[in-house]
């Protein structure tokens, strides 16, 4: 199963390569589709859980983490809130895709342990790298230090929610302080 979940992700890199270096724009579709649909045609069980404790726990972490980020990190020094449509893509079609796919799927696969949330975290990292090569994306050079801390959020409950909350409250963060 770990030789599947890596060839799985080096399609996923040919799909976003692909998506980043043509005007294809359909490929962007396909991208988080790919995350979602892999790990169960492979016949992966996703753990995701509505656990009240855990999302209080993963609203928690991040804020303590976010928060300064803002004031401090902030390119603009501002936060502008995204549309509901805007919102709505940042959960549905990057977050729950990606932590399905990194977290609930590569990590568990390859070990759920510090080394793999390492590993996973140096793959989630390169996934993003396109993103940099064909748009300019500095901030995709820096996503391996978030995806530690989604890696860890995994790694201690068992559950695709918590990461995919610091991750769609990062990203929301991050847009709207640009």
Do not use: C, W
Not at 26 to 50: N, Q
Not at 73 to 101: K, Y
Not at 151 to 173: E, K, M, Q
């Amino acid at each position: 199963m770990k030789k599947k979940a890596l060839y799985s992700y080096a399609v996923l890199l040919v799909i976003l390569i692909s998506a980043h270096a043509s005007s294809l724009r359909f490929l962007d579709y396909v991208v988080p589709v790919y995350m979602l649909a892999a790990p169960l045609l492979l016949g992966t069980r996703i753990r995701i859980g509505l656990s009240v404790r855990q999302i209080v726990f993963a609203v928690i972490v991040s804020f303590v983490i976010l928060i300064p980020y803002l004031f401090f990190f902030s390119p603009a020094g501002r936060l502008v809130l995204l549309g509901p449509g805007a919102l709505a893509f940042q959960l549905l079609g990057v977050s729950l895709p990606e932590e399905i796919f990194f977290r609930g799927f590569l990590q568990e696969t390859l070990g759920n342990n510090l080394r793999t949330v390492f590993f996973t975290s140096i793959l989630f990292a390169v996934a993003h790298l396109p993103a940099f090569f064909f748009s300019g994306d500095t901030f995709a050079l820096l996503t391996f230090f978030p995806s530690l801390l989604m890696g860890i959020l995994y790694l201690r409950t068992s559950n695709v929610v918590p990461p995919t909350i610091f991750h769609f409250l990062s990203n929301v963060l991050y847009l709207g302080s640009l």
